[in-house]
């Protein structure tokens, strides 16, 4: 894992990468447009993690007032690159960022990686009661 750089820096990412990982892989973006991606990490803070060799091997964002919320969303780590720890770098990676900021909430969404997760503190919401949602999107499938 220590082998791999992160950058915060927008213009490292290969966006044709992170187009084609999110709008055709990635369970919760299938069919997502390009525009809409293009969009949605322009406006927002990403992430990028790095093979020696320089390929983007994963991406990651945040959306965030920069005060008093984050949301750790698009986390997607290449199959070739898979089973190194870079899921648990990225989450580590948004708890830093949050931390940094003075934000003290730092939500996501997940399928199946809640044990990723786990290892950079996260836990199910204390109380999903007091949380309400509006998701007009298809079924995932």
């Not at 990651?60 to 984050?70: E, G, K, L, M, P």
């Not at 969404?109 to 509006?134: C, N, Q, S």
Request: glycine share 8%; charged share 25%; aromatic share 12%.
């Amino acid at each position: 894992m220590s082998d791999y750089r992160l950058s915060e820096d927008p213009a490292d990412l290969d966006l044709e990468r992170v187009i084609r990982w999110i709008s055709t892989d990635a369970y919760w973006a299938k069919g997502r447009t390009r525009e809409v991606i293009e969009r949605s990490f322009a406006n927002s803070f990403p992430v990028g993690l790095y093979a020696p060799g320089g390929q983007q091997a994963a991406v990651a964002r945040i959306v965030s007032d920069r005060a008093t919320f984050v949301w750790l969303c698009d986390v997607y780590v290449d199959p070739e690159h898979r089973g190194r720890g870079l899921g648990t770098m990225l989450a580590d990676w948004s708890v830093g960022w949050a931390e940094r900021q003075g934000i003290k909430r730092v939500i996501l969404a997940t399928l199946d990686a809640h044990g990723v997760y786990a290892k950079a503190g996260f836990a199910p919401i204390a109380h999903p009661e007091r949380w309400m949602e509006i998701d007009t999107r298809p079924p995932f499938g």
